[in-house]
T-cell receptor, first 113, second 110 residues
Framework: KAGVTQTPRYLIKTRGQQVTLSCSPI?????VSWYQQTPGQGLQFLFE???????NKGNFPGRFSGRQFSNSRSEMNVSTLELGDSALYLCASSTGTGGTEAFFGQGTRLTVV | QKEVEQNSGPLSVPEGAIASLNCTYSDRGSQSFFWYRQYSGKSPELIMF????GDKEDGRFTAQLNKASQYVSLLIRDSQPSDSATYLCAVNKNDYKLSFGAGTTVTVRA
């Protein structure tokens, strides 16, 4: 059974650019959540999607957005990149019923220069 | 007050000893509790989850939950060098998100 797949694994972008990250969940999982991990702030919740609907959103500026497709794959987009957006972006996959286990992908390491 | 707090660490234990990790949470509405292990440069890996008060054992790992005290712990028995990692406590309120503690770094010395 394939795990959670995130692409790309590494990205280097320039301030002001935008970036799109992709996540394919475990087969059969309909929920995808996104998290940002930095040394200073730890793991912080960005948003969660289930059946193409955003069910919860964290405290991040509107530059951070996401969507989910009918096959449960999800993308997140960050526009007008800032240096502080440099982080490990993690996607988690779950069945989507409240409180169930979530499994993380390998992450996308974004560096903004 | 942070939603989830963990021992600041780092925690150093000799090989074969028990490592004890603690986590407290602030919201009494929290329903599900998880422990993740994260090796340096890797993503978090789910190692334990617990939903009911009491103990839950899985191999060398035991998770303990006390909802009245808003406390969850993880015991690692017979610690091995491969257990050296950062352990993250996560809490869910059935609101489709996990709230994480800052993590406790464990070093098992041979």
């Amino acid at each position: 059974k394939a795990g959670v797949t995130q692409t790309p694994r590494y990205l280097i972008k320039t301030r002001g650019q935008q970036v799109t990250l992709s996540c394919s969940p475990i087969s059969g999982h309909r929920s995808v959540s996104w998290y940002q991990q930095t040394p200073g702030q730890g793991l912080q919740f960005l948003f969660e999607y289930f059946s193409e609907t955003q069910r919860n959103k964290g405290n991040f500026p509107g530059r951070f957005s996401g969507r989910q497709f009918s096959n449960s794959r999800s993308e997140m987009n960050v526009s007008t990149l800032e240096l502080g957006d440099s982080a490990l972006y993690l996607c988690a996959s779950s069945t989507g019923t409240g409180g169930t286990e979530a499994f993380f992908g390998q992450g996308t390491r974004l560096t903004v220069v | 007050q942070k939603e989830v707090e963990q021992n600041s660490g780092p925690l150093s234990v000799p090989e074969g000893a028990i490592a004890s990790l603690n986590c407290t949470y602030s919201d009494r509405g929290s329903q599900s509790f998880f422990w993740y292990r994260q090796y340096s440069g890797k993503s978090p890996e789910l190692i334990m989850f617990i939903y009911s008060n009491g103990d839950k054992e899985d191999g060398r790992f035991t998770a303990q939950l006390n909802k009245a005290s808003q406390y969850v712990s993880l015991l690692i028995r017979d610690s091995q060098p491969s257990d050296s990692a950062t352990y993250l406590c996560a809490v869910n309120k059935n609101d489709y998100k996990l709230s994480f503690g800052a993590g406790t770094t464990v070093t098992v010395r041979a």
